[in-house]
């Protein structure tokens, strides 16, 4: 099968068309399952068994309020909410957006009205919630600081006073930061190094390396590979690539030039008035939508649209 300006065998991980074929898809939710047990390191009696995929369109309690589109929602065996999100690049607002995420599984959690009669009595929700997890895939380093090297970084409710004593275990937040999984080959530990090789990896590979041996792999890299792809598929994911591509060619040239430009205007507002000047910069290319936008710098759409 032709495939004109792809010369790699395998696809890209980091691309919207791998990311959800592999993770967002029902049919392929082994590979989810896997990477989720590898990441949360459960025990056996704990492991994710099944997952079902849910929409992944929040709509706002209040219909002017901004919704939210996840890249890949799910539910596990037991009731609980997993929101895995790929973000390609940095932006001033992310752990205010991992929070404003974890809002709509919490919400939607809530029984309306009463549950149920039981012995001539109105049973009541009781407030009791699943555990919901914003796991975030990122192709950046959040804090440049160098004391933090961990690739994986949990965050959790705690005390102010007894940080070793969580507030409560029904929220989490878990960031990947992929730039700083540097690990060879002959480096990786377990299941969790050898998803981070593959997916960091998978488009640079003539073929599956040997220390990727289990199962769940050689399904994964057959998967992957290019020449298998039906036509329209091809041509879904060659505009995925170039979506990719052109999103990180734009991002570089409006961060230059929304430095200088936050240069000209003084550093008052901080990264505020460098987010802006990007934004500026964005809409005047013309390649991104208003959303897209929003997505790269942290400001809202309502801002954008008013730049």
């Known amino acids: 099968m032709p495939s004109e300006g792809i010369y790699e065998r395998f696809i890209n991980f980091y691309t919207d068309f791998a990311f959800k074929k592999f993770f967002g898809t029902p049919a392929n939710k082994e590979f989810l399952i896997s990477f989720l047990n590898a990441l949360l390191k459960f025990k056996d009696d704990e492991e994710i068994k099944d997952v079902k995929h849910l929409n992944t369109e929040k709509l706002p309690i209040v219909e002017s309020d901004r919704k939210s589109i996840y890249d890949v929602y799910c539910q596990n065996n037991k009731g609980e909410r997993f929101i895995v999100e790929m973000q390609k690049a940095s932006q001033i607002n992310f752990i205010d957006r991992s929070l404003y995420y974890a809002s709509f599984p919490i919400q939607e959690q809530g029984e309306k009205g009463y549950i149920r009669e039981m012995d001539d009595k109105k049973v009541y929700w009781k407030y009791e919630l699943k555990k919901v997890y914003v796991i975030g895939v990122l192709n950046f380093i959040i804090d440049e600081n160098p004391k933090h090297t961990e690739v994986v970084t949990h965050a959790k409710l705690r005390y102010d006073e007894y940080p070793t004593e969580l507030y409560s275990d029904k929220l ?43 199962a769940i792999f050689k399904r994964l890299f057959n998967l992957a590979e290019i020449s298998k792809y039906k036509p329209n598929e091809l041509l879904a994911y060659r505009d995925s690539l170039k979506d990719y591509r052109d999103y990180y060619n734009t991002i570089d040239f409006a961060e230059i030039k929304g430095r200088k430009q936050g240069r000209e205007e003084g550093r008052v507002e901080g990264e505020q008035s460098k987010a802006i000047a990007i934004a500026r910069t964005l809409k005047a290319l013309g390649k991104m939508t208003i959303a897209e936008i929003a997505s790269a710098t942290g400001l809202s759409e309502d801002e954008i649209t008013k730049i």
């Open 172 to 214: 989490e937040f878990i960031n990947i930061e992929m730039p700083k999984f540097e690990k060879r080959e002959d480096e990786l530990e377990d299941m969790l190094d050898k998803w981070f090789f593959a997916m960091k990896n998978l488009y640079h590979l003539a073929d599956r390396p040997k220390t990727l041996r289990e």
